[in-house]
């Protein structure tokens, strides 16, 4: 029900999902006068699919507390994480409205005992292929262990999609200089390179232009710096595709030129399409739950219920579990071993 187009677009995109992952099937949560005249003209959506009416939607512009607050329990968006939380479904995926689905997803399925606030990590597409970057907006301000948490999420959730055994991780940070940075990100560094956990490979600090480049496999920041990065580079692709548009039906001769290179500016468009990297993954809770992009189309959408089936598949939760198991396990450990190490390092 949520996004800019609701029904019209989210349905369709069902359907492209059947034809690439024939398996799956889907709950399907909304109002019955909006979902029922467009799953009506879907027979094959039909066949896979239960649709479960429901009373009320939550709207784009409520504020978290309201969506919690004003009936909840028979809103669409409830309900579906809800039946992640029964077993009745795998995954929730929604282009709804980003703070009430964090605030339901939170109070329905919970943080994981060792979690003090959730992340949403998003795919991040670099030269080298794609990277995993978070947190990209869900916790404003993060405390050292928060940011180690957030690494072990993010190293979890490459080796589930990415098929990497242990994959790079570093501290998003103004410099790569261990001296410089807040005392939370320099704090959290030491503790990483002191931990050595063999779920990754910590490589230190990395600055804003290595997210393009691919330097690691995971970038681990807080969310109002990861927010900003995300969206910085949404308007980017859009600013270069505008300027080439541009450039290419400037003049005739550019239009000519645009006819002999359009292979390359095609593998070019589709690099730079951000629906192939639509969802926000949210982790560090007891179930899997994707955000989509609000104005995504249904190739997009559909790109956001198959990263949610890939982790479900690769077992995305079990491997959080177990990684945080392991580091916490060792954590009095780090704790004693660090003030030792920093005072080393002064002298």
């Given at each position: 029900?949520?996004?800019?187009?609701?029904?019209?677009?989210?349905?369709?995109?069902?359907?492209?999902?059947?034809?690439?992952?024939?398996?799956?099937?889907?709950?399907?949560?909304?109002?019955?006068?909006?979902?029922?005249?467009?799953?009506?003209?879907?027979?094959?959506?039909?066949?896979?699919?239960?649709?479960?009416h429901c009373e009320v939607a939550v709207r784009m512009d409520d504020k978290p507390s309201q969506a919690l607050r004003h009936g909840r329990w028979k809103s669409s968006m409830w309900k579906a994480v809800e039946a992640v939380k029964n077993g009745h479904a795998d995954v929730c995926i929604s282009a709804g409205n980003t703070g009430a689905l964090m605030a339901m997803s939170k109070f329905c399925l919970r943080t994981m005992a060792s979690i003090d606030r959730p992340a949403i990590a998003a795919l991040w597409p670099t030269v080298?292929?794609?990277?995993?970057?978070?947190?990209?907006?869900?916790?404003?301000?993060?405390?050292?262990?928060?940011?180690?948490?957030?690494?072990?999420?993010?190293?979890?959730?490459?080796?589930?999609?990415?098929?990497?055994?242990?994959?790079?991780?570093?501290?998003?940070?103004?410099?790569?200089?261990?001296?410089?940075?807040?005392?939370?990100?320099?704090?959290?560094?030491?503790?990483?390179?002191?931990?050595?956990?063999?779920?990754?490979?910590?490589?230190?600090?990395?600055?804003?232009?290595?997210?393009?480049?691919?330097?690691?496999?995971?970038?681990?920041?807080?969310?109002?710096?990861?927010?900003?990065?995300?969206?910085?580079?949404?308007?980017?692709?859009?600013?270069?595709?505008?300027?080439?548009?541009?450039?290419?039906?400037?003049?005739?001769?550019?239009?000519?030129?645009?006819?002999?290179?359009?292979?390359?500016?095609?593998?070019?468009?589709?690099?730079?399409?951000?629906?192939?990297?639509?969802?926000?993954?949210?982790?560090?809770?007891?179930?899997?739950?994707?955000?989509?992009?609000?104005?995504?189309?249904?190739?997009?959408?559909?790109?956001?219920?198959?990263?949610?089936?890939?982790?479900?598949?690769?077992?995305?939760?079990?491997?959080?579990?177990?990684?945080?198991?392991?580091?916490?396990?060792?954590?009095?450990?780090?704790?004693?071993?660090?003030?030792?190490?920093?005072?080393?390092?002064?002298?």
């Open positions: 029900m949520g996004g800019d187009h609701g029904p019209k677009v989210i349905l369709p995109a069902l359907v492209k999902v059947i034809e690439r992952r024939p398996d799956v099937r889907f709950l399907i949560y909304g109002r019955d006068d909006a979902v029922r005249p467009v799953l009506d003209q879907l027979p094959r959506l039909a066949g896979v699919s239960e649709f479960v080298r292929g794609e990277s995993v970057v978070l947190d990209v907006g869900a916790t404003i301000g993060a405390d050292a262990h928060q940011l180690i948490d957030f690494a072990i999420l993010g190293a979890a959730m490459a080796r589930a999609l990415l098929a990497l055994d242990r994959p790079t991780v570093g501290l998003l940070n103004v410099g790569v200089e261990e001296i410089k940075g807040q005392e939370e990100v320099k704090e959290a560094g030491l503790l990483l390179r002191e931990a050595n956990l063999k779920s990754m490979d910590y490589r230190g600090f990395v600055e804003g232009d290595d997210l393009g480049k691919g330097t690691v496999d995971v970038v681990v920041t807080e969310g109002f710096a990861g927010n900003i990065a995300l969206k910085t580079a949404e308007g980017t692709a859009k600013q270069i595709g505008e300027y080439l548009r541009a450039a290419m039906s400037r003049t005739l001769m550019a239009r000519i030129g645009y006819l002999f290179a359009k292979s390359a500016f095609d593998r070019l468009r589709e690099k730079m399409d951000v629906r192939k990297v639509n969802g926000g993954v949210f982790l560090g809770l007891n179930g899997i739950v994707v955000k989509s992009h609000g104005g995504t189309d249904d190739e997009g959408f559909a790109a956001a219920i198959e990263l949610g089936y890939d982790m479900v598949r690769n077992r995305l939760i079990e491997k959080i579990k177990s990684d945080l198991d392991t580091f916490h396990a060792r954590q009095p450990q780090l704790q004693a071993e660090i003030p030792a190490a920093a005072g080393d390092g002064d002298e």
